[in-house]
């Protein structure tokens, strides 16, 4: 079984913050680089950051700063970190590998009010 939880989004004001998890079962995810992705109404879906099984990261420009991606291999689990988050973070975020996986689990749900 190949599979991606991602939990942890929600409502929150501009300059809040919010920490998504994203729990992963499959091998495939423990030996590949994993990402977070987002997708935003009419928008094509966008890699946010990355980080190897060996912990070295990179971010989007407009997010760089503000998010820390991380991860827990013993846990089968990937974070995303989000602070000073701004109405154009505003979307569904998923987690997958890098080069992504062709299926992809629910995403979570992360709303930025002004």
């Known amino acids: 079984q190949v599979q991606l939880v991602e939990s942890g989004g929600g409502l929150v004001q501009a300059g809040g913050s919010l920490r998504l998890s994203c729990a992963y079962s499959?091998?495939?995810?423990?030996?590949?680089?994993m990402g977070w992705y987002r997708q935003a109404p009419g928008k094509q879906r966008e890699l946010v950051a990355g980080?190897?099984?060996?912990?070295?990261?990179n971010y989007a420009d407009s997010v760089k700063g503000r998010f820390t991606i991380s991860r827990d291999n013993a846990k089968n689990t990937v974070y995303l970190q989000m602070n000073n988050l701004k109405p154009e973070d505003t979307a569904v975020y998923y987690c997958?590998?890098?080069?992504?996986?062709?299926?992809w689990g629910q995403g979570t749900q992360v709303t930025v009010s002004s």
């Open positions: 499959g091998s495939i995810f423990r030996i590949n680089t």
């Open positions: 997958n590998a890098k080069p992504f996986f062709t299926s």
């Open positions: 980080i190897t099984p060996a912990g070295s990261t």
